[in-house]
């Protein structure tokens, strides 16, 4: 099959890779219908996150299956399924409390490479959902999208304890943040402030329900979401970056009692135990523990209630990987859906 490989920090290549087979009884084979590139990838891609050896990329995934394992029961061939970029049981005790993402028998989709057009998933049964029938084209990329950063958007806003009366602000425009300023309408929040500086990005967040666009950055963007709120900050803020001046802006941005959810793949960030001490701040995030949200989030996109396929703004044969990295690394897209 063909997949995707980073050898080095701007080279990205789609070569021949064996194809995935059925290795362990629980594990499933899927033919992927659409896959994509995150914003994660882009710190190997970067340079920023160390890049040892040619590694196969991807770990966003919607796709048919193709083949199962003997004790799995959940999904058969034919069916078409979403999964999480963590690999759960989903029965664990961390499990059933709704932290699959840090489940006892975790594996990391990434490890796998779903920008290819076959991935094998391990524990498929806890780890994939069907729809009820093969879903149109036009759903697709919503349900790609479900996969990771709609997921991740999610559990943002909701360890930001977004919901009804909350002001909402969201740090970071990119595919995550955006779908968090969705998830925090869905969610019901009164107010919901948008930090970004580009045009497009502030367009489709409004389109997503954001009431309010702050272009300022650091002390500035603090600034003026403490004008916005009274002077008090808001009461749940999103940090979807992962650096340090992200956090920092995203905890000072609330105010007293107010939550933090951070998704951010963190890269060097440090935390003022003082600050914190007198900051009175909830902070709750990590890896999203998407499974959790799968099942409706699934039902939003099916019903149509969410579009949160919007994200992709650009979409590639997979042949073409490379410039759907390069367009994100320019910020020339929000994100690239790749066809195999």
């Known amino acids: 099959m063909r997949g995707t490989i980073l050898y080095k920090p701007g080279d990205v290549r789609v070569e021949e890779r064996a194809d995935p087979r059925i290795e362990l009884p629980t594990d ?37 299956v193709e083949a199962v ?28 409390a709704g932290y699959q993402s840090a489940c006892v028998h975790r594996v990391p989709m990434g490890m ?16 994939l959902v069907a729809t009820p029938e093969v879903p149109g084209a036009g759903l697709i990329p919503s349900y790609l999208a479900a996969s990771d950063v709609l997921g991740t958007g999610w559990f943002a806003a909701d360890a930001a304890q977004a919901g009804p009366g909350k002001t909402v602000a969201v740090v970071g425009d990119g595919a995550v943040g955006l779908l968090a300023v969705l998830a925090a309408r869905q969610m019901g929040a009164e107010r919901i402030i948008a930090m970004s500086r580009h045009a497009d990005r502030q367009k489709l967040a409004l389109e997503f329900g954001a009431t309010d666009i702050v272009t300022e950055r650091g002390d500035e963007g603090i600034a003026k979401i403490k004008e916005l709120t009274n002077g008090l900050g808001a009461h749940s803020v999103v940090e979807a970056v992962g650096t340090q001046e992200a956090m920092r802006q995203a905890i000072r941005s609330a105010r007293p009692g107010g939550h933090v959810g951070f998704v951010g793949v963190s890269h060097d960030v440090r935390l003022d135990g003082m600050e914190m001490f007198w900051s009175l701040v909830h902070l709750h995030g990590g890896p999203a523990p998407v499974r959790r949200y799968l099942p409706d989030l699934m039902h939003r996109i ?5 579009e949160p396929g919007k994200v992709f703004d650009l979409e590639l044969p997979l042949d073409q990987a490379a410039e759907g990295y390069r367009a994100m690394d320019e910020r020339r897209a929000i994100k690239a859906l790749l066809h195999p």
């Not at 340079?47 to 048919?64: A, K």
């Not at 999904?75 to 759960?88: E, I, L, N, T």
């Open 302 to 306: 099916a019903t149509g209630a969410v």
């Open 69 to 96: 394992g003997g004790e799995v029961t959940s999904v058969r061939p034919g069916q078409f399924v979403v999964g999480s970029f963590w690999a759960s049981d989903n029965t664990c005790e961390i499990c059933r």
């Open 28 to 64: 499933a084979v899927i033919r992927l219908s659409a896959t994509c590139v995150c914003g994660s990838d882009l710190w190997p891609y970067r340079g920023v996150q160390p890049v040892t050896e040619p590694s196969p990329m991807g770990h966003e995934y919607v796709g048919v």
């Open 112 to 127: 796998f490479g779903s920008q290819a057009e076959y991935l094998r998933v391990p524990l498929a049964d806890g780890t």
